[in-house]
């Protein structure tokens, strides 16, 4: 542009060189480009398809030679067979074997002669039944002998014969369990990958196992579940055909033996005069001061939980020898499990994310569970059909927090510790709001009575109510003595404990209590102080028969206390300054209080046996 030439003509050439970007100023190598293939003809289509016909020919050519190698091979064996077992020719003539007759008639003179078992025979000759009749049970090991190195196909006749004897063992070891009413065929076909789900993984016996299972398979493993944990909350035993049977053969044995006097008074009567126990006691007098116990492996060994266990229950409807226990706390996992004394096996358990458990009980004997937090909400876990139900909210009630629940021993109310000294309660079954009952203080502490006809709380002024779940009706009150923050209650058959903030807790007769009486006693003595714990009594339980009661505090370490209720004192021996209790949130005794279990911070649930208890 600059020597005025048009701007067309100009041409930019740039100053860097090959040299200046380090490429190599060397030519190219020229590129060899590949020869395209002329296209295939209708010729050489031909031709291939002529060499893969002559493959396949050349291929079923070789099959015919392999099988027929094979069936000569088989018939040279049979044939050295038939010479070694009847001295040649294994031809049928006129009936009888040729060359063979000599033999045979060797076989019986000898049997008959020396009168000896068939074992002293030649191995070679006693091996094999060709008539049909069957061989003895001795002969039956040198058959099986003389059948493995025999082709599969011969000997039909006496395959079957086995296959029948198995058959008919097989069918006299099925007689001994009850057959199935109706058993569908296609079950055999179906295949069940344990991997393709999360319920499905818990069926696994070990955390490799990833075939797939067979119906019937599937089946046991399913029958297998369900005994560990449906049929551990729900009584399966009237499915029973074979103790249905015993069951009912010992009432016939009873009833043979029992003479008129038994007949007119029933049964059982000459069992109760037979001794000279109370009438009225379910079981015999637990001595006082010193309390036999034994410690057992921890009952939340196998799945320890990863914080404090808030809560621990046995199962109210559960074998007294082999309970069920639950165990919650604020790791947000429900667990239960099988308590022996030994192993504790664990039987499953679940996890609520967000939801750190506070309170958990079970409802009554049934299989469900209700778990509570610091929440609006709460969940109902039915253990036997593993189904969990979210509670939003109580229709009309705004608390914040459910931590403080109970549940009525028979399993149909929920009561719930709301705000400004309200008791919500709530149905078990359709989880619909029922009631309120106002106490004049905030309320701390819920419980039931063992007959689940009243309730029990109490709270910020110390005063203890009682209502009637029946007509909603206040029928006692009365000011607990202590005069401080009621924090734990619990009632017996015929006590109430009462625990306070201060330390103190007071048992009252609670049968001095009438629902018809129209006056309430502001004042009332108990029975005893026990003042026996130095900070807040936060937990206090009874045993089933109310002869123990437990007091435990969360803020002293190893703060716990075992109460001999007909002598109204502690037991001496028990705990001790080595018992590893540290800080104490929880414990229950089991049915029959045979075990007794205790819940602390480190996520332990200790595990006792209560001796006496043991021997009833």
Not at 355 to 366: E, N, R, V
Not at 450 to 474: L, M
Request: proline share 4%; charged share 30%; hydrophobic share 30%.
């Amino acid at each position: 542009q600059a020597g005025g030439g048009k701007e067309d003509d100009v041409k930019f050439t740039s100053p860097l060189t090959a040299a200046h970007l380090g490429q190599d100023t060397a030519k190219p190598k020229k590129k060899h480009r590949k020869k395209k293939k002329a296209p295939t003809t209708a010729s050489d289509d031909e031709d291939g398809a002529h060499t893969l016909a002559n493959r396949e020919r050349l291929e079923r050519k070789r099959v015919k030679d392999a099988k027929r190698a094979r069936v000569e091979r088989d018939r040279a064996e049979e044939a050295m067979l038939t010479e070694e077992i009847f001295g040649g020719g294994g031809d049928f003539e006129d009936g009888a074997f040729g060359g063979g007759d000599d033999v045979f008639s060797k076989i019986v003179s000898s049997k008959q002669s020396s009168g000896d078992d068939m074992d002293d025979a030649p191995a070679g000759l006693f091996q094999i039944d060709r008539t049909g009749a069957g061989a003895d049970d001795d002969e039956e090991g040198a058959v099986e002998e003389m059948n493995e190195g025999r082709p599969a196909w011969e000997d039909s006749d006496e395959d079957g014969a086995d296959n029948q004897d198995d058959e008919s063992a097989d069918e006299e070891d099925d007689d001994d369990e009850p057959k199935a009413a109706w058993v569908d065929e296609d079950d055999e076909d179906v295949a069940v990958s344990l991997m393709s789900s999360d319920r499905l993984r818990k069926l696994r016996k070990t955390l490799d196992e990833t075939q797939e299972l067979t119906g019937k398979d599937y089946q046991k493993r399913l029958r297998e579940r369900y005994q560990k944990t449906a049929g551990a909350a729900v009584r399966t035993d009237w499915a029973d055909v074979g103790a249905l049977a015993v069951e009912e053969e010992g009432k016939e044995r009873a009833s043979d033996e029992s003479d008129s006097d038994e007949d007119d008074y029933g049964p059982s009567a000459s069992n109760i005069l037979a001794s000279t126990a109370s009438l009225l006691s379910t079981s015999s007098k637990l001595p006082p001061n010193i309390l036999k116990t034994i410690r057992c492996p921890d009952a939340n060994l196998s799945d320890p939980n990863k914080s404090v266990v808030s809560s621990v229950q046995f199962h109210p409807g559960a074998d007294p020898d082999a309970p069920l226990l639950l165990t919650a706390g604020l790791d947000k996992t429900l667990r239960f499990f099988r308590i022996d004394g030994d192993t504790n096996e664990k039987v499953h358990g679940i996890h609520f994310p967000n939801f750190p458990i506070y309170s958990a009980s079970f409802l009554g004997d049934t299989g469900s569970v209700v778990v509570s937090s610091r929440r609006p909400h709460f969940y109902v876990y039915d253990a036997v059909a593993g189904k969990v139900d979210r509670i939003p909210n109580i229709p009309g009630r705004e608390e914040r927090s459910l931590e403080t629940m109970a549940t009525s021993p028979d399993g149909r109310l929920i009561a719930f510790a709301g705000n400004d000294g309200y008791i919500i309660l709530v149905e078990a079954k359709s989880k619909l709001w029922v009631a309120d009952l106002k106490m004049n203080g905030s309320a701390r502490a819920l419980t039931f009575t063992p007959d689940s006809e009243c309730i029990i709380a109490s709270g910020g002024d110390g005063e203890v109510y009682k209502w009637d779940i029946r007509s909603k009706r206040c029928v006692d009150r009365f000011k607990n003595e202590d005069g401080t923050v009621t924090s734990s209650l619990s009632a017996s058959s015929r006590f109430l404990a009462v625990g306070a903030e201060s330390g103190v807790v007071n048992m009252y007769n609670d049968r001095a209590t009438s629902l018809s009486s129209g006056s309430f006693s502001t004042k009332r003595d108990p029975i005893k102080s026990i003042m026996n714990l130095h900070t807040s009594a936060d937990y206090c339980k009874f045993n089933h028969d109310g002869q123990i009661l437990a007091m435990s505090s969360r803020r002293e370490k190893n703060s716990m206390k075992l109460l001999h209720v007909p002598t109204s004192t502690v037991f001496s021996n028990w705990p001790t300054s080595k018992t590893p209790l540290n800080y104490v949130w929880s414990m229950d005794f089991s049915p029959g209080s045979k075990y007794m279990t205790i819940g602390n911070d480190q996520g332990k649930c200790l595990l006792y046996r209560l001796l006496h208890y043991e021997s009833d």
